[in-house]
């Protein structure tokens, strides 16, 4: 089992910025990737930025730029810094881990961009 805690949601004006936090316990061994999510109210979920176990990223278009995604090995810890928010991107961020094909999700933490 993986724990995933997201932390460092809140609430900031365009064009601000906000950091994601997301530390992982439990059997973080084998953990191929990392990454953020995010779900808007009426809008399915979609990918905001992934890091693998190697250190490659990949971000979706709409946040390429502006966000970018990182890892702390000795903390198990991976961040997600965003700059120049737009309200587009207000939704609820969640967290994930891939461990041997089993996705592990966080409990999310809300992101409210105002215009």
């Known amino acids: 089992q993986v724990q995933l805690v997201e932390s460092g949601g809140g609430l900031v004006q365009a064009g601000g910025s906000l950091r994601l936090s997301c530390a992982a316990s439990?059997?973080?061994?084998?953990?191929?990737?990392m990454g953020w999510y995010r779900q808007a109210p009426g809008k399915q979920r979609e990918l905001v930025a992934v890091?693998?176990?190697?250190?490659?990223?990949t971000y979706a278009d709409s946040v390429k730029g502006r966000f970018t995604i990182s890892r702390d090995n000795a903390k198990n810890t991976v961040y997600l810094q965003m700059n120049s928010l737009k309200p587009e991107d207000t939704a609820e961020y969640l967290c994930?881990?891939?461990?041997?094909?089993?996705?592990?999700w966080g409990q999310g933490t809300q992101v409210t961009v105002s215009s």
């Open positions: 994930h881990a891939l461990r041997r094909g089993r996705d592990y």
């Open positions: 890091i693998s176990s190697g250190g490659s990223t």
């Open positions: 439990g059997s973080i061994f084998s953990i191929n990737a």
